[in-house]
């Protein structure tokens, strides 16, 4: 395929991001493990052949057509590599495809550590987290060491698959990725709280009983993020694509007062210049926030684009559909449980709602992780009638 079509399908995504009704909507996924199930397959099936494992993944797309991947695709843990590392938080799901977090396993920083974080975070994450998070490295050199060999063995195969995945997505098939680099992708510093250190429950917990010491924390974590952060906001000046990112994740779970005081303020101080300057950012939206959206009216207009979750797109687009691009258009439990036909009408619905006048791109609400998330025949119909509907 050539260049004249790549192009055409990122100028479709700046079109639509910046309020011109595109010639065409661009048509997105987010997927991660449900490819292998496509064929027919699970992924234990073809883990240990990277080639016939890529292979195995990428046959959706000669029936699929997709302007864009929302965010990664490929395989996004290498499960065997952490095994052998005794790292036992993601495993293979009882489908034998998709990946699952098991925080209950996880190995994670007692209340009294806190101190220790905020006194030397990068010792603290790359020594004792470290540790806790890959037991073996506890163990005798020798132990350790043959323990990391077989590892290597086992994220050969990781790397080589989401190799040649890549390879085919981006080069040979010309489908567009939103994101930009690294610099341009922000995470709150109760994320890393939330993820990494205390894990879900603990962290909210921690909100309530050590306010003060989560708010040190934080304060630790976003000065090393900022230190980290070497882009300047003129490198982004005129350029709305690729775009930035951010999340909602321990988001979710806040009260709008913790959302302004723990995501939204950080975000805009840090990444409001930029915005400035012309840089967008992608919003992987998790769970509902119709409850704070109106905060990114004190953005430039047109700097977000917007993943829809759980909240229902027709009130997003009454709240903020104005200000900020949609990336919606489809609910993955319509393509689980409903007909053909109800999920053409409610894609069609979307279209005929979002897309006069731009500001809309096409994507599901949540991603396709596990074997049986969706109908095939269902995803199928839905993305064959938005890929021509979306034409002028």
Same mark, same amino acid.
């Given at each position: ?8 399908k ?12 595109p010639n ?36 959706f ?11 990664m ?6 499960v ?7 790292y036992n ?7 034998d495809?998709?990946?699952?977090h098991v ?17 030397d975070l990068?010792?603290f ?15 005798p ?11 290597a063995?086992?994220?050969k !195969?990781?790397?080589?698959t ?8 981006y ?11 690294s ?10 709280i939330?993820d ?27 000065e ?6 070497k882009?300047?906001?003129?490198d ?7 775009l ?5 994740h321990?988001?979710?779970?806040l ?12 975000f805009?101080?840090?990444y ?88 809309f791109?096409f ?10 998330d969706?109908?095939i ?13 979306? !034409?002028?």
């Amino acid at each position: 395929m050539s260049n004249d079509l790549y192009d055409t399908k990122v100028q479709n995504l700046v079109d639509a991001i910046n309020f011109r009704e595109p010639n065409k909507v661009p048509v997105g996924m987010e997927f991660i493990m449900w490819p292998f199930a496509y064929e027919g397959r699970t992924y234990k099936d073809v883990m240990d052949d990277p080639n016939f494992a890529a292979e195995t993944y990428l046959k959706f797309l000669d029936d699929i057509s997709l302007d864009y991947v929302a965010l990664m695709a490929g395989v996004p843990h290498p499960v065997k590599t952490y095994q052998k590392l005794g790292y036992n938080d993601y495993v293979i799901a009882k489908d034998d495809t998709g990946i699952e977090h098991v925080q209950a396993a996880a190995q994670f920083m007692h209340a009294d550590e806190y101190p220790e974080l905020i006194n030397d975070l990068e010792a603290f994450r790359y020594q004792t987290m470290f540790k806790k998070k890959y037991p073996v490295f506890d163990q005798p050199k020798d132990v350790a060491y043959a323990a990391l060999k077989e590892a290597a063995v086992e994220y050969k !195969k990781f790397y080589l698959t989401n190799s040649l995945i890549n390879e085919s997505i981006y080069e040979t098939r010309k489908i567009v990725s939103l994101l930009g680099p690294s610099s341009l992708r922000y995470s709150s510093a109760f994320n890393s709280i939330f993820d990494h250190y205390r894990g879900i429950t603990n962290a909210l917990v921690d909100l309530r009983r050590r306010p003060e010491t989560v708010r040190e924390a934080c304060r630790v974590i976003r000065e090393q993020a900022i230190r980290n952060l070497k882009a300047k906001p003129e490198d982004y000046r005129g350029k709305s694509f690729p775009l930035g990112m951010t999340v909602y994740h321990s988001e979710c779970f806040l009260s709008p007062d913790q959302f302004d005081e723990f995501f939204f303020k950080d975000f805009k101080d840090i990444y409001g210049p930029y915005m400035e300057a012309g840089a967008k950012f992608f919003l992987k939206g998790e769970g509902r926030f119709l409850n704070t959206i109106d905060r990114y009216r004190q953005l430039p207009q047109g700097a977000m684009v917007m993943m829809l979750d759980e909240d229902d797109p027709f009130e997003a687009y009454k709240a903020i559909g104005d200000w900020a691009t949609l990336a919606t258009g489809i609910k993955s439990d319509l393509l689980k449980y409903g007909t053909k036909q109800q999920c053409i009408d409610y894609v069609k619905k979307c279209f005929d709602t979002f897309a006069p006048g731009g500001g809309f791109i096409f994507l599901q609400n949540k991603p396709f992780l596990y074997a049986k998330d969706v109908k095939i025949e269902n995803v199928v119909a839905a993305y064959e009638f938005a890929n021509e509907y979306g !034409k002028k």
